[in-house]
């Protein structure tokens, strides 16, 4: 089945620096990258997904790219504000099964 | 309100004593889903379901059995809990058949087994 692997586990930035979080997946039938965002005691909830043809998206202050070769994804947050702690889920589905990653806990310092 | 609900939100309970986590969208959406988190192990899939009467499992399902006899509902069923199934459980839904879309999660369980 499906590994995906996610890192960093923590990640501390300075308020208004960039944050990446890296992934990676084991199944080339992959083809659909969402990333969550779960807020203490909430649902997670969908940020943005890049699908297989595409290399990479962009949605405002958030940014995701897709390497198929070396079968790697990345999340990049550009421009940190406190509403940004959160922790980080990346995923990897097939057109059956969605695989998550073990989460990364985003903290941004004022 | 287009929604995911689940219900008990919070549940504790003796090992053995068989529980039904219940969820239902108001959606039409044809894919859910079960989930389990467990702190440094993420979201892992316990069961979906791609259309009502096909159910199939994901990476945990030991221990566990799903339904879907109707569209909107897919409950969770724990027919003999132990302590290693203490966790907080989310149900999702998609639009679509497959859960290349994105994921709807309802509020999730806290489930103790004790």
């Known amino acids: 089945g499906e590994n995906v692997e996610q890192h960093p586990s923590t990640l501390s930035v300075q308020e208004g620096d960039s944050a990446v979080i890296k992934c990676t997946y084991s199944d080339s039938a992959s083809n659909y990258f969402p990333w969550y965002k779960q807020e203490l005691g909430k649902r997670p909830q969908l940020i943005i997904d890049?699908?297989?043809?595409?290399g990479e998206k962009k949605d405002q202050r958030i940014a995701v790219t897709l390497n198929k070769t070396a079968k790697h994804f990345s999340l990049h947050i550009t421009e940190t504000q406190p509403e940004d702690s959160a922790v980080y889920f990346c995923?990897?589905?097939?057109?059956?099964?969605?695989?998550f990653g073990a989460g990364t806990t985003v903290t941004v310092r004022a | 309100e287009a929604q995911v609900t689940q219900n008990p939100r919070y549940l504790i309970t003796v090992t053995g004593k068989k529980l039904t986590v219940t969820c239902s969208q108001n959606m039409n959406h044809e894919y859910m889903s079960w989930y389990r988190q467990d702190p440094g192990l993420g979201l892992r899939q316990i069961y979906y379901s791609m259309n009502v009467e096909v159910t199939d499992k994901g990476d945990v399902p030991e221990g566990y059995k799903v339904s879907r006899k109707e569209k909107r509902n897919f409950p969770l069923i724990l027919e003999s809990p132990s302590p290693n199934q203490t966790s907080l459980y989310f149900c999702?839904?998609?639009?679509?058949?497959?859960?290349?879309?994105?994921?709807?999660f309802g509020p999730g369980t806290r489930l103790t087994v004790t």
């Open positions: 999702a839904s998609s639009l679509s058949a497959t859960p290349t879309y994105e994921q709807y």
């Open positions: 890049i699908r297989s043809n595409v």
């Open positions: 995923a990897a589905s097939n057109d059956y099964k969605l695989s």
